[in-house]
C-alpha cells in the first residue's frame, strides 16, 4: 500500500513540476503584433477615476511612456511622462472625479511611438 501512496506522490509532484517550468517558459516574439491592454475603471464610492497601461517587459532597460487625459472638449487637461523600470509590465494614473467636465474622455497613451487608447464618459 506504501508503494502506491509514494509512486502516486512522485508522480503528481513531478507532472505539477512540469506544468510550472511550462508555464514560466513565456518569450515575446519581436515581430509579433503587439495590442496593449488600456483600460479605465471608474470608482464613485472613492470618487477616482483609475487608469492601467501594460507594456511588453523588458528586464534590462527602463521605459519612457506619455500619459494624456483628453477631456471632451478635444483638450489635453494633463499630461505626463512616467518611467517603467525594468522588469515591471504596467503603468498607473488616476484623477478624482470631483472637478472633472461630463462628456466622453480618453486616456491616451503614447508608447514606442503609437499612440493607445480608453475612453470613458463621466456623468454630471
Keep these: 500500500m506504501n508503494r502506491y501512496l509514494v509512486s502516486f506522490l512522485v508522480f503528481t509532484t513531478l507532472l505539477f513540476s512540469q506544468e510550472n517550468l511550462v508555464n ?10 503587439y495590442d496593449p491592454n488600456v483600460d479605465c475603471l471608474i470608482l464613485e464610492d472613492e470618487n477616482s477615476i483609475i487608469c492601467k497601461f501594460e507594456v511588453i517587459r523588458d528586464t534590462e532597460k527602463e521605459q519612457v511612456i ?6 471632451p472638449t478635444g483638450e489635453i487637461s494633463r499630461s505626463r511622462e512616467m518611467i517603467i ?3 515591471d509590465s504596467s503603468a498607473y494614473d488616476y484623477r478624482y472625479l470631483d472637478g472633472r467636465e461630463g462628456g466622453k474622455w480618453d486616456f491616451m497613451i503614447i508608447y514606442n511611438g503609437k499612440e493607445y487608447s480608453s475612453k470613458f464618459e463621466l456623468k454630471n
Design 24 to 33: 514560466t517558459q513565456e518569450t515575446i516574439d519581436i515581430n509579433q503584433s
Design 66 to 71: 506619455t500619459i494624456n487625459w483628453v477631456s
Design 85 to 87: 523600470p525594468p522588469g
